[in-house]
């Protein structure tokens, strides 16, 4: 079992920088493919960025290259994702998940079995 609990989100204006946490407790942290999801009120949940097991291995979601990056610090059990540029269509419950799965499809939720409660994040214009 993983717990996941995010941090870091807030009101910020367009153009603005935030940095999400995502802390983990439970099983061991080391190994387990970790993501970025986001989901706008009426909207379906969309994949943002995800991070393989060994860190070595990070993916975006296009409209994300270039401004957002997605780490992790097994040490600190922590994931984050930093965000640049932040546009006012980017305002969402954004959300960390976590997957025991191998060869997963990182975009697709189904994939990941553990999820965090989200945070807010606001854009304004």
């Known amino acids: 079992q993983v717990q996941l609990v995010e941090s870091g989100g807030g009101l910020v204006q367009a153009g603005d920088s935030l940095r999400l946490s995502c802390a983990a407790s439970?099983?061991?942290?080391?190994?387990?493919?970790m993501g970025w999801f986001r989901q706008a009120l009426g909207k379906e949940r969309e994949f943002v960025a995800a991070i393989s097991g060994s860190g070595g291995h990070t993916y975006y979601a296009d409209s994300m290259k270039g401004r957002f990056t997605i780490s992790r610090d097994s040490a600190k059990n922590t994931m984050y994702l930093q965000m640049n540029s932040l546009k006012p269509e980017e305002t969402a419950v954004y959300y960390c998940?976590?997957?025991?799965?191998?060869?997963?499809?990182?975009?697709?939720?189904?994939?990941?079995?553990?999820w965090g409660q989200g945070t807010q994040v606001t854009v304004s214009s």
């Open positions: 439970g099983r061991t942290f080391g190994g387990v493919a």
């Open positions: 998940a976590a997957s025991r799965n191998y060869g997963l499809r990182y975009d697709r939720p189904y994939e990941y079995q553990y």
